[in-house]
């Protein structure tokens, strides 16, 4: 079959879980870089690949897949490399269980987070006229909703305490479950770790009165673990903001011998 | 290992898509029935079982497992009986594409059109410091604050009609792709199929206007294939309110010949 190609933005959040499955993998594939915040993924040439307008998508042969968590599991049984599966059907479900909670409760607090104080201010002082046609032209309500709320910086101060609340709630789970076993799913790294890393790979800078040495232990050391690994540094070569900088005040915050000093 | 124990409340829903998964394979299974509206799940009793209070759950040998869509692919993993995922990487992601569709888009609208019209109104006239009490000692906030809003009656109107814009653009999609392929995942009855039959399975009569044999004859066909497996009738045998009794109703609506007299 043809080289896969991905359409992604950063190696982050939702565009990151594929490229670190692909690169973990061993997997040859072209890649596309989408950018997010110039709305490429709103325009004619990207809605021909993916109607919806979401990001990110992969392009195996005749099939384009969608929703990057599921995408992880195609990854994982399409392609050769070692597994990113653990083997127990218990283990299994508890892969798939962190993918819930990820993306249905952890991910969506975050994400409001991050849209508030980066991705709006980011954008919204661009032309308004400009602004507008590219908020009218998203293909999904839910979205747009989502750009408007964020380019006009109107969510409310009630959202935003819950989104910090749910994130802090998921810290603590994060903590609890890691004390239990050393990767998300159990004894080995799998597609949970990669989704839990890309949402909490920042934690340490974002969150730090909450997420440190001190306070959650268990979580800084999987981390410390997680960043070791070449498939992410490899994968933060793909991005073009200083997001992937900032995973080097990260590495320093949770570096074993950082707080010696 | 021993006989598994399922919790569950009527076999719709997610307690549904488990009760139906077991049976299908041919499981011999302990069904606990655990009254929703008697507030059992929130009891000292299944906390035990599961701390988070929600239903259904799965106890297999230490295994202890929640979430109804993971615990789908749990079932069809750690059980003989015939298949209920796909073959193909391919299929498999059209799965997964429907359980992230239905568990985090299409269902929490209809549950909360169901909540508003249905939950709620069933306990609402209790006594109202037995109400508060059972609220109070409900473990997650998010369930705390939606058994709230339904005892309370505090949808609000633009909440209600967005979960129905939400409702029926989902039954479009499901209409379109039930044109491309006979089940939800592609050639053959899979975890998808069960998924969407337990969320979709009285549409025809909660959306007469919109579910329908003019209006959606792709969806109609496949309810009518999926309510003809022996599994499913054998799933309504375990509820207790008049839910199973509704499916009569609804089978009428989309018989073959219902629209000859």
Known sequence: MARPILYHWEPNANSGKPIIALIEKGVDFESRYTDLLGFDQHKPEYLAVNPAGTIPVLVHGDAVLAESTEMGEYIDAAFDGPPLR?????????????GK????????????????????????????????????RIPLKERRDAWTKAIYNTF???????????VLHGVRVFEEELGKRPYFAGTTYSLADINAFCMAYALPLMQAEHVNKEKTPNLVDWLRRVYARPAIARSF???????????????KLIAEDGSDD
Chains 1, 2 share one sequence.
């Open 86 to 98: 653990p083997d127990s059907p218990e283990e299994r479900w508890r892969m798939r269980w962190w």
């Open 101 to 136: 909670f990820l993306d249905g409760y952890f991910g969506p607090s975050l994400s409001m987070i991050g849209w508030s104080v980066f991705v709006g201010p980011s954008v919204r002082n661009r032309d308004p006229e400009e602004l507008r046609r590219n908020i009218e």
């Open 156 to 166: 409310s101060k009630e959202e935003l305490a819950e989104s910090l609340r749910r």
């Open 237 to 251: 070569e793909l991005g073009r903001t200083p997001m992937a900088a900032r995973t080097i005040e990260v590495r």
